[in-house]
């Protein structure tokens, strides 16, 4: 199965951005849809983006028109650019790949995850 890693994380004071990268190796890349999910502490992880392996996204309504979700099948790597971040998207990030979903913000259809990444956006 597929090995995801996450870069890019980091702290940013609110309203500023960061990208997220994850990379994959092991099985063709391009066969899967890709995810990135989100889970603050006392929280339970909660889907963001999703794009799938023809290349269509779909968003979490809170962060539609800041995030956008991207893939760079050549590279193997999939990428989440945040814009306009705010304090409540302090979470660590996930990237998570599946060969076969029928509801993509179900993190339950993803079968492989990255070990995440910390994202902290101060007020």
């Known amino acids: 199965q597929v090995q995801l890693v996450e870069s890019g994380g980091g702290s940013v004071q609110a309203g500023g951005s960061l990208r997220l990268s994850c990379t994959a190796s092991g099985p063709i890349f391009s066969s899967y849809h890709m995810g990135w999910f989100r889970q603050a502490p006392g929280k339970e992880r909660e889907f963001v983006a999703a794009i799938t392996r023809y290349g269509s996204t779909t968003y979490q309504d809170s962060v539609k028109g800041r995030f956008t979700i991207s893939r760079d099948n050549a590279k193997n790597t999939v990428h989440l650019q945040m814009n306009s971040l705010k304090p409540e998207d302090t979470a660590v990030y996930y990237c998570?790949?599946?060969?076969?979903?029928?509801?993509?913000?179900?993190?339950?259809?993803?079968?492989?995850w990255g070990q995440g990444t910390q994202v902290t956006v101060s007020s």
């Open positions: 998570a790949a599946t060969s076969a979903a029928s509801i993509l913000s179900d993190s339950s259809w993803y079968k492989n």
